[in-house]
């Protein structure tokens, strides 16, 4: 078992309270514990935020519950579920330290036979070691699912010192399908977490190999449900409309370090649902002339060359000086939130963009500075301070930082700031995404560069040109 004290700084590190933490940390090892279970392991497949946040991203939203679609319906028996789980009990007692009070698994089989449902709870004492009532993680399982695809075997993110070597591994929804699902969800339940997670899923898509299993999965999906695909007139008219506002904090904050606002997700549905069920334009290429009259240089794009771990995983690992500083950067750029920033004895308010490496092997920041209304670099050891806030901002440029995987390190051709007003796209496999703003007309460019030209709008008419607003970069 690891010490409390590890929880206790990765809580502060990540400005959450040690019990989220705490509760993250014993999901990994239930998890570990399913999944090598010889009758569970095979036939659960894990899906739902959590899912998202051990297997797809490492900066992501905490959550509390595991969530599993059953490919074998007579597991939904009460005391088959109290066997196996005092039989996961004993395996994660004797892996990791931790107990799982064998006397207080509890499952309540749903009395509708024809749902197929079973809620559970597990209770555990962790490395806090809490006296008292004990907390506890809630089961949501069901047979009763349509699985579309065939599931994936992901590693499960376990970021503290005692994680084995060969880490843990589970079969889980794929992105495609867990994408689909959420669409689903939020089309059903309306509820913030659905929002956040679509959003977010959204911004990630070049995760995606092919947006149209996505598409293809929710139709199937919705036929199985018996309810219409979601439109994003079907979300803003929604019943449970208003509760997004009214629970998004309550629903959410205790499970971020910190909250973006809810207007920043609403906002995104338009484009999300244009992503969803667009048909593409034309490319339009500005020429030179028209780009030289931008006002805000972007920053250079370059190929990502090299990787550094994650920085959460690092901080605990000793691979990884300044984890801090790095996950700030990742959380800020993966929810569009604004950082505070100390350097060189003065406060700035950025925007990040990007974490690229010099010649020399320096990481720096690459970001636009609200104050200054310019981009610059900031070198990532001499910054002084940094703290998320709530304030949020919409792209200029792409975001280079990920929130999955491995921290991409872009190599700079020189360790000087970049200052072109135009960059090369990383291939043909990319495009920028730019919305008119004036028609609402999106458009595709190989290059970062918004300058639009006159072009006819949606109802045929007449649009003169202007600076578009990035949208996102397309991978196909």
């Known amino acids: 078992m690891i010490d409390k004290t590890e929880i206790n700084e990765l809580a502060k590190l990540q400005n959450l309270r040690p019990e989220v933490v705490e509760k993250d940390y014993m999901l990994g090892w239930i998890l570990a514990g399913i999944a ?3 009758e569970l392991g095979p036939k659960w497949i894990f899906k739902g935020g959590t899912c998202l946040k051990k297997c797809y991203f490492e900066t992501y939203r905490f959550s509390e519950d595991l969530d599993f679609t059953l490919k074998d319906e007579t597991h939904l028996n009460v005391d088959f579920l109290k066997n196996a789980f005092s039989e996961i009990a004993d395996w994660v007692h004797d892996q990791s330290g931790n107990t799982i009070p064998k006397d207080r698994l509890h499952f309540d089989l ?3 036979p024809e749902k197929k449902y079973v809620e559970g709870r597990v209770y555990y004492q962790g490395p ?3 006296a008292g009532s004990l907390p506890r993680i809630l089961l949501d399982l069901t047979s009763r699912e349509l699985l579309a695809l065939p599931p994936s075997s992901r590693s499960i993110h376990h970021p503290y010192t005692d994680r ?13 399908e867990v994408f689909a699902e959420k669409i689903r969800a939020l089309a059903e339940r309306c509820r913030p977490r659905d929002l956040y997670d679509v959003v977010h899923l959204y911004r990630n898509e070049q995760l995606l190999d092919d ?8 139709k199937r999906k919705c036929e199985f449900k018996t309810i219409p695909i979601p439109t994003l007139d079907s979300i803003q008219n929604h019943e449970r409309k208003d509760e997004l506002h009214s629970q998004w904090e309550n629903m959410l904050r205790h499970q971020l370090a910190a909250l973006p606002p809810i207007d920043s997700f609403l906002s995104e549905l338009p484009n999300f649902f244009d992503w969803l069920f667009e048909e593409e334009d034309p490319e339009i290429v500005a020429s030179q002339e028209e780009t030289e009259d931008l006002a805000i240089p972007a920053p250079k794009v370059t190929r990502p060359t090299s990787d550094i771990p994650a920085p959460i995983s690092a901080r605990f690992m000793g691979i990884q000086p300044g984890a801090s500083t790095l996950e700030r950067i990742r959380f800020g750029a993966a929810n569009r939130l604004c950082l505070k920033l100390r350097y060189s004895g003065k406060v700035r308010t950025i925007e990040p963009y990007a ?11 690459a970001a636009f500075e609200r104050e200054e209304r ?6 990532i050891d001499k910054i002084e301070g940094i703290e998320l806030t709530e304030t949020p901002f919409t792209p200029q440029w792409p975001i280079e930082v990920t929130a999955h995987g491995t921290l991409n390190i872009a190599q700079n051709v020189s360790s000087a700031p970049s200052r072109s007003r135009s960059s090369r796209s ?6 920028y995404v730019y919305r008119c703003p004036t028609c609402g007309k999106l458009f595709y460019k190989s290059q970062m560069d918004s300058s639009l030209r006159t072009h006819k709008n949606k109802r045929g008419s007449q649009c003169y040109g202007s600076y578009g607003h990035y949208v996102r970069t397309k991978y196909h």
């Open 211 to 218: 947006k149209v299993v996505v598409f293809e999965t929710l």
């Open 110 to 112: 749903h009395p509708d």
């Open 164 to 176: 084995p070597t060969a880490g843990f591994t589970a079969n889980c929804y794929s992105y495609e």
């Open 355 to 365: 974490v690229k490496r010099t010649i020399a092997g320096s990481l720096y920041l």
């Open 426 to 431: 990383y291939g043909s496999g990319i495009k």
């Open 374 to 379: 310019r981009t610059k670099n900031f070198t």
């Open 36 to 38: 090598n279970h010889n």
């Open 128 to 130: 806090s070691g809490r």
